[in-house]
Structures are given as structure tokens and as C-alpha cells.
């Protein structure tokens, strides 16, 4: 008796884990999409500042 509950339990908490861990996936492909268009916007900002950069020091 105890055993068929515990498997019943086990099944039931891994169903609640894969079901959390695609709650997360969503959640965190969402978040990685605004995080990477950040990171892509500060990369864009950064170049030009270099390129920038690179010209003062060329002009004397």
C-alpha cells in the first residue's frame, strides 16, 4: 500500500517539476530575449564609443 502512494507521490511531484521547469523556460526565454536585447543595444553603444575613442586618438 505504502509503496503504490509513494510512486503515485513521485510521479505526482515530477509532473509538478516538469510542469514548473516549463513554467521557468517560458519565463526565462522571455526574460533572456529582453536581457539579450539589452546586452545587444549596450554592445551597439560601446562600439561607437571605441570607434569614437579610435578617432580622437588618431587626430592629434
Known amino acids: 500500500m ?4 509513494a510512486s503515485a507521490l513521485c510521479i505526482d511531484s515530477n509532473l509538478f517539476l ?3 521547469a516549463c513554467l521557468s ?6 526574460w533572456w530575449r ?4 539589452v546586452m545587444k543595444k549596450k554592445l551597439t553603444v560601446m562600439k561607437k564609443k571605441s570607434t569614437v ?3 580622437k586618438l588618431r587626430s592629434p
Not at 25 to 30: A, E, S
Not at 34 to 37: E, F, P, R
Open 34 to 37: 529582453k536581457k539579450l536585447t
Open 2 to 5: 505504502y509503496c503504490i502512494n
Open 53 to 55: 575613442m579610435k578617432k
Open 18 to 20: 516538469i510542469s514548473v
Open 25 to 30: 523556460l517560458r519565463i526565462g526565454r522571455i
